[in-house]
């Protein structure tokens, strides 16, 4: 079974990785889930959901979910050994951008991406933040150059979308098709 780490900050945006989560498991791919604090927090304020009980819901249908405890750095996936598919940061923040840009590991969800980094393993950013300033472009640069994907969460409109709904599928689509996962959330341009 695949194995995907879907880590979530405290960005504007969760609403994109609750969709991405429900498609993974639907797919049956294992998906480790790290959040932040803020993340938590905005997910909440953003959406409504408390993380925990959306997971410990969704842990009733699916038994390929675990969410992890961003603290323990005993947990598997802080292990070089412990070998996961990729890593998605959906949405990552200007601050977990800049910790993972540095090298610094001091939470489980930046451990994981240093990990993706020195194992050579897929590791995607999809970081949110609008003006851009000239921190936050010289990180995604540095990271860019050792070879992580840059997928900012920018819905396209070509596909003339109608909902909320459809942005977000939009977004998730891209990122799916970026891990080469099969799926058609959004028609594809002269499909
Ligand atoms: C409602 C809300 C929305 C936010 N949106 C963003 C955002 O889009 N991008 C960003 O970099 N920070 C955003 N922040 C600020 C981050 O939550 C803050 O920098 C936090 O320290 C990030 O921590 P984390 O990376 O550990 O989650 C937002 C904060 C709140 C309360």
């Not at 980094?117 to 950013?125: A, G, N, T, V």
Request: charged share 25%; hydrophobic share 40%; with cysteine.
């Amino acid at each position: 079974m695949k194995k995907i780490v879907v880590g979530i900050t405290g960005a504007s945006g969760s609403i994109y990785s609750i969709r991405l989560i429900q498609e993974l498991l639907e797919k049956k791919i294992y998906v480790h889930v790290i959040c932040t604090e803020n993340g938590k927090k905005v997910m909440k304020y953003e959406t409504a959901l408390d993380l925990e009980e959306w997971v410990n819901e969704l842990k009733s249908k699916y038994n390929h979910i675990k969410l992890e405890d961003i603290n323990d750095m005993f947990s598997g996936v802080a292990s070089g050994s412990y070998k996961f598919d990729a890593m998605i940061i959906l949405p990552c923040s200007m601050g977990t951008l800049a910790e993972i840009s540095n090298g610094l590991s001091r939470n489980l969800l930046c451990r994981v991406a240093d990990v993706a980094l020195k194992e050579s393993r897929r590791l995607i950013i999809s970081p949110r933040e609008t003006p851009l300033n000239a921190i936050h472009l010289e990180n995604m640069l540095k990271l860019s150059k050792l070879g992580v994907t840059i997928l900012p969460p920018m819905p396209g409109f070509y596909h003339k979308p109608k909902t909320l709904e459809d942005l977000v599928d939009f977004v998730v689509g891209k990122i799916l098709d970026s891990l080469s996962i099969e799926n058609k959330l959004f028609e594809k341009w002269n499909d």
